[in-house]
Nanobody, 115 residues
């Protein structure tokens, strides 16, 4: 069964860093967009960062300059490097991969930023 699994979440102090990983397993169909979303307490799920087939990336204004999305195709893994974390970055982070007729979601990993 195809699935995505996030890892790397945890608790950090403001200004800290974390690197999230999203690894695919099973028979994942070809995708052309890989992204990270997050959902904070009492908030709607929002797009954080995307990486497209050709390597183009896109970021939410709130994380621009602090977060970096990347991938290792050989490992079937997408990363989200997060630096200078702020309390408002606290959320469950989900990975989402999408192709022409398919899309996959992970179950999420909790990130908590607190002093």
């Amino acid at each position: 069964q195809e699935q995505l699994k996030e890892s790397g979440g945890g608790s950090v102090q403001p200004g800290g860093s974390l690197r999230l990983s999203c690894t695919a397993s099973g028979s994942i169909s070809r995708v052309n967009t890989q992204a990270w979303y997050r959902q904070g307490p009492g908030k709607q799920r929002e797009l954080v960062a995307s990486i497209y087939d050709g390597g183009t990336t896109n970021y939410a204004d709130s994380v621009l300059g602090r977060f970096t999305i990347s991938r290792d195709s050989d490992k079937n893994t997408v990363y989200l490097q997060m630096t200078d974390l702020k309390p408002e970055d606290t959320a469950v982070y989900y990975c989402h991969w999408m192709g022409t007729a398919v899309h996959y979601w992970g179950l999420g990993t909790q990130v908590t930023v607190s002093s």
